[in-house]
């Protein structure tokens, strides 16, 4: 069997591996550059592996109704649909500003392209990694155009079918088979009832030669943790550094503080894990025995005499006898005298 395993700018992603991390910035930064670098900042210092953009050819994306459709709410950009988009994209010179600003911060810097065009976009620009959004599960012809880039693919797989992400396996495969599968509910923010993490394990099983992870929309951090523990190895969170700014995704993205304490549940659970083997640790000896039990004597004995149940009695510390050699010892004769709690010893019983 081929092993689960991906590798992006010398980061292994594997099922031995910690989980890789995503902030997605998304359009988060309102369409500033010095906004966008302060998330990649902030995310930094949470502890992510990778930073997220989205990528669009808005004329090429939309239809023409699309683009020139009213948008008039709390949370547009522009008076169009297509203007709004327009506001939020980032074009050659802030991609390339942002790909060196993160290769000086330590993150991998990686975008969601939305098209075919974006994705050359991309490629031009030598970006390590491609996500592929739950909107193009069924889009096969971006997914192969993606896969020929030759890079590691992210397809998450929200409001699909188990035929439709059967569908994008096969096309991607025979292509590019450095492959991560995401397990996503496409609501904003999810449901707990409506993520369905066993999801996961239902990856794992069909695809034993690809990384699952978790495109996570719900409102916390707990969900992920639970993922790992099912075989996500990868997960991606929606991150802002304000839940009151001006924008769709914002209220259920993680702020810094959300991010930091994500990162740091999923770093413990890895090591929580443990092998699997019931062992003894050192930190456990001291408390066993100051809370541990021991078999002693329930009064003054004399030696000669054939102990009984009321001879002894269970006590701490747990320096003795344990209490689950009790019937062994009832019966027996004492062959030298204990005093009222002292420990008995199989060499003073015959």
């Not at 459709?69 to 050659?92: C, D, I, Q, V």
């Not at 069909?206 to 993922?227: Q, T, Y």
């Not at 802002?240 to 995704?249: E, Q, R, Y």
């Not at 030696?303 to 009321?310: D, F, I, K």
Request: proline share 4%; charged share 30%; glycine share 8%.
């Amino acid at each position: 069997m081929k092993q689960r395993k991906m590798k992006v700018n010398g980061v292994e992603i594997s099922d031995d591996s910690d989980c890789f991390v995503i902030a997605e910035i998304g359009n988060n930064h309102q369409g500033d550059l010095q906004k966008a670098k302060d998330m990649f900042k902030a995310a930094k210092e949470c502890g992510v592996d990778a930073v997220k953009l989205q990528k669009r050819d808005n004329r090429a994306l939309l239809t023409r109704a699309a683009y020139d459709k009213p948008y008039e709410n709390e949370n547009s950009f522009g008076a169009t649909y297509g203007e709004h988009r327009e506001a939020l994209e980032f074009g050659r010179s802030e991609y390339v500003e942002l790909k060196k600003y993160a290769g000086e911060l330590g993150l991998i810097l990686f975008a969601t392209a939305f098209d075919q065009n974006s994705a050359d976009f991309l490629a031009e620009l030598d970006m390590p990694l491609y996500k592929i959004a739950s909107g193009d599960l069924k889009n096969t012809p971006l997914l192969k155009h993606v896969a020929k880039i030759g890079k590691p693919m992210i397809i998450s797989t929200g409001g699909g079918t188990m035929e439709d992400v059967q569908r994008a396996y096969d096309a991607i495969m025979p292509i590019n088979n450095q492959l991560a599968i995401l397990q996503c509910t496409a609501s904003y923010p999810a449901e707990p009832q409506d993520l369905n993490l066993r999801v996961i394990s239902t990856y794992r099983e069909k695809f034993p030669d690809v990384v699952v992870g978790l495109s996570d929309h719900e409102n916390g951090i707990a969900m992920a943790v639970a993922a790992y523990v099912l075989g996500s190895r990868m997960v991606e969170q929606h991150f802002t550094l304000n839940h009151t700014w001006k924008g769709t995704d914002h209220a259920f993205s993680l702020e810094p503080i959300g991010m930091r304490k994500l990162v740091r549940d999923l770093r413990r659970v890895k090591v929580a894990m443990g092998d699997g083997e019931k062992k003894i640790y050192p930190s456990e000896v001291n408390p066993i025995h100051k809370m541990g039990k021991k078999l002693v004597a329930a009064r003054d004995l004399k030696a000669g005499r054939v102990l009984s149940r009321e001879d002894i009695a269970v006590k701490s510390p747990g320096d003795g006898i344990p209490p689950y050699e009790l019937e062994n010892i009832v019966g027996r004769t004492l062959t030298k005298d204990l005093l009222e709690d002292e420990n008995f010893a199989f060499e003073n019983l015959k």
